[in-house]
């Protein structure tokens, strides 16, 4: 008799029976119908929502790169805030400060993205370095123009190396030998020290006796080049020390002066001699009378700061309209730069 085997009703074993089949039976025509029902009302909504939320963040987040808040762009308000010093500062300073600066944004070291700040910068750079450009800017901003002169009338003052020879004399503002005023005792002071007095003496007339040199070595020495006396320290010795060099000059040509006198003769002196070279034991040929020279170069000095001011006056406007363009100018160069290297440059 014929074994019966039994016939499944699935084509396949089991083992190789499809996933899907029992996921397929679970699909009723209603199930469909409800899952579309609520993909379209539910799901895709939220789809939609969620994806329009990320592009919203994402563009916001590409346009505050781009935007001036981004990176707080600085807003130099003046020449002296683009190169980060004082208005007050000296010429090598904003020198210091400028080359820093082209060191970052210098479009061989940052790219093309910097050219334009760069090219600001030389011409801030340009304007601050010139002293007459600098006075003009600094009168259109209204604040006192830079002066390298210290107009300090007391009886002290900052003493500074003396320039080396064959360079030019520069008037400081300030005498150019140095003041030892408030240190002299109480016991070698007299009037000319109230009245604070300092000595000069008129190179041009000295002899060379050494006289003076002798009654007050602290104070006064015989000048290497020219061989003429000097005083090198004001009040180095006592009153009566001083007094007693004055008089024992054969040719009178040690004075007492004020601190205002003592500048202005001191700096022509220098000048002069300067324009000299060394005369080490040559008599001068001209003989040429001192103080005139001082009445001369303070009225010369006076006629250059009127039209300096005059000039500085007409330039003044010329800055004003210049500086609106230029921080335009500067805005839009800014924008260009790389975030990392503006904060960096100009924070
Ligand atoms: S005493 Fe008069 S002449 Fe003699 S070295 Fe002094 S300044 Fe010159």
Known sequence: MATVVPISKSPLPCSTQSPWSSSLSFWTPKKAANFVAWTTKVALPLALLFKGLQRRATMRHCRSR?????????????LYDFLGVDHRADTSTIRKAYLAKQKMVHPDVAGDNAQEVSMLLNSAFDVLRDPE?????????HIDPHVEDDDDDGPTWPWTAKERRGEKVIYKGRPRSRSLWERVPDE???DRWEQQKFLFIDELKCISCWNCVE???????????????????????????LEW??????????????????????????????SMGCVRHRPFTKPTHLPHLAEKWVERRRRDSEMARKRMALASKHFNVTMEQFQQQLRSAMLKLPPDLRQAAFS
């Open 66 to 78: 781009t935007s001036p808040a981004y990176g707080s762009i600085p807003n130099p308000r003046t």
């Open 188 to 190: 070698d002071r007299g």
């Open 215 to 241: 009654c007050a070595p602290k104070s006064i020495c015989m000048d290497a080049d020219h061989v003429r006396a000097r005083v090198y320290a004001q009040w180095g010795n006592s009153e009566d020390d």
């Open 133 to 141: 450009k600098r006075s003009a800017y600094d009168a259109s901003l």
């Open 245 to 274: 060099a004055v008089k024992s000059c054969p040719v009178e040509c040690i004075s007492w002066v004020s601190r205002q006198e003592l500048q202005v003769l001191e700096h022509v002196t220098a000048e002069h001699m300067n």
